[in-house]
């Protein structure tokens, strides 16, 4: 059974940076597709970014793109993110999750869909304004 | 970007009541939505995917249905268990979507 814990949060100034990792256990495969999603105190879910298996594309929301950087490394079975430039609305427990895949083959070629199927506990992020 | 929505925000129902939840993309999105469920201070917990495939593990009086713009989960008889949060989301794009949630209370 894959596992993801997540570390790194904690409280920060704004303007501040932290870096937030998450080790996955439990697969032998190392490449999947990784996210973050987020949730504000008392919010919905918020999706922040993603990262293909082989690392060579990531994907941010807009309100995160810029100032956040996803990163892994496999042979740490390790998942990252990167925070700058931090504002008090980055507030949120983080999550880190596991994206399974869906490949459909059409006249275009291959095409993956993802979805969120083992999600982490989450690290709380606290940014003081 | 496509934007998702739910109905209602909060529902309240008995244990044994059958409970339906609806959830709305902005544009056609095929049948990528997937559906969670989240409990206070839990992560969130997969349900459904590809609109009506049930995850492994998931009892089976949860069943979701729908395609391009209209998507619904369903709960056939409420158990205490299922008082929670229940998201729905896209995944059509690489922009994943969550919609606003629908919070399932104790009547």
């Known amino acids: 059974e894959v596992q993801l814990v997540e570390s790194g949060g904690g409280l920060v100034q704004a303007g501040g940076s932290l870096r937030l990792s998450c080790v996955v256990s439990?697969?032998?495969?190392?490449?999947?597709?990784m996210s973050w999603v987020r949730q504000a105190p008392g919010r919905g879910l918020e999706w922040v970014s993603s990262i293909t298996g082989s690392g060579s594309r990531t994907y941010y929301a807009d309100s995160v793109k810029g100032r956040f950087t996803i990163s892994r490394d496999d042979s740490k079975n390790t998942l990252y993110v990167q925070m700058n430039s931090l504002r008090a609305e980055d507030t949120a427990i983080y999550y880190c999750t596991n994206l399974k895949d869906t490949a459909v083959v059409d006249r275009d070629g291959v095409f993956y869909y993802y979805y969120m199927d083992v999600w982490g506990k989450g690290t709380t992020v606290t940014v003081s304004s | 970007d496509i934007q998702m929505t739910q109905s209602p925000s909060t529902l309240s129902a008995y244990v044994g009541d059958r409970v339906t939840i609806t959830c709305r993309a902005s544009q056609t999105i095929s049948n990528w939505l997937a559906w969670y469920q989240q409990k206070p201070g839990k992560a969130p917990k997969l349900l459904i995917y590809?609109?009506?495939s049930l995850e492994s593990g998931v009892p089976s009086r949860f069943s979701g249905s729908g395609s391009g713009t209209e998507f619904t989960l369903t709960i056939a008889s409420l158990q205490p268990d299922d008082f929670a949060t229940y998201y729905c989301?896209?995944?059509?794009?690489?922009?994943?979507?969550f919609g606003p949630g629908t919070k399932v209370e104790v009547k």
């Open positions: 989301q896209q995944y059509d794009s690489s922009s994943w979507t």
């Open positions: 439990g697969r032998t495969s190392t490449t999947h597709a």
């Open positions: 590809r609109a009506s």
